[in-house]
């Protein structure tokens, strides 16, 4: 079974920084691209950034680019996004998700919370 | 970048009923690669659809997905009341893979 565990949300000031992290078991991770897809409170879902398998290629929404950076640790099975310069409308439950071989998000985790608040 | 514009907004039925979901894509989707996952309060969303008409695992037949270019759609045939959720669209055949803003579907 899939099993995809966000962690690393809280509460951050503007201009702070964050790092999620998304903990994989269930599956060959090195084999599959992963993506963090985020969602406001009471609002739609926004990719945010996916990178392939090996790492090795990465791509970022106009609204998180430059400020943030997705990476992943193969050998611990773990998806990374780090979070700088942050903003109000950041705010939002952060999901990660394994990408299916046509790309479509077919796991997905539970998600986890940053506020950034001052 | 592709927008995807889903209509309607909210979609108000009964159980039983057929629903019809539209998703349009500003510029054709490469390879129609049209995903649509479903989405209740306080979870994750889930996958239904993938490459426009594709069903993902697990998924009841009740669901299904067409259209090609820039039009899609989501079916779905007799609405249960587990199917009373938010849809949401996305493109996934190139980047960045752009949402849909959802349709809401509604106990009448």
């Known amino acids: 079974e899939v099993q995809l565990l966000e962690s690393g949300g809280g509460l951050v000031q503007p201009g702070g920084s964050l790092r999620l992290s998304c903990v994989a078991s269930g599956f060959t991770f090195y084999s599959y691209a992963m993506s963090w897809v985020r969602q406001a409170p009471g609002k739609g879902l926004e990719w945010v950034s996916d990178?392939?398998?090996?790492?090795?290629?990465?791509n970022y929404a106009d609204s998180v680019k430059g400020r943030v950076t997705i990476s992943r640790d193969n050998s611990k099975n773990t998806l990374y996004l780090q979070m700088n310069s942050l903003r109000v409308d950041d705010t939002a439950v952060y999901y990660c998700a394994k990408e299916a071989p046509m790309t479509e998000l077919d796991d997905w985790g539970q998600g986890t919370l940053v506020i950034v608040s001052s | 970048e592709i927008v995807l514009t889903q209509s309607p907004g909210t979609l108000s039925l009964s159980p039983g009923e057929r629903a019809t979901l539209s998703c349009r894509a500003s510029?054709?989707?490469?390879?129609?690669?049209i995903a649509w996952y479903q989405q209740t309060p306080g979870q994750a969303p889930r996958l239904l659809i993938y490459g426009a008409s594709s069903r993902a695992t697990g998924i009841s037949d009740r669901f299904s997905g067409s259209g090609s270019g820039t039009d899609f759609t989501l079916t779905i045939s007799r609405l249960e009341p587990e199917d009373f959720a938010v849809y949401y669209c996305q493109q996934h055949g190139s980047s960045p893979r752009t949402f849909g803003q959802g349709t809401k579907v509604e106990f009448k």
């Open positions: 510029q054709s989707v490469t390879n129609n690669y």
């Open positions: 990178i392939s398998g090996s790492g090795d290629y990465t």
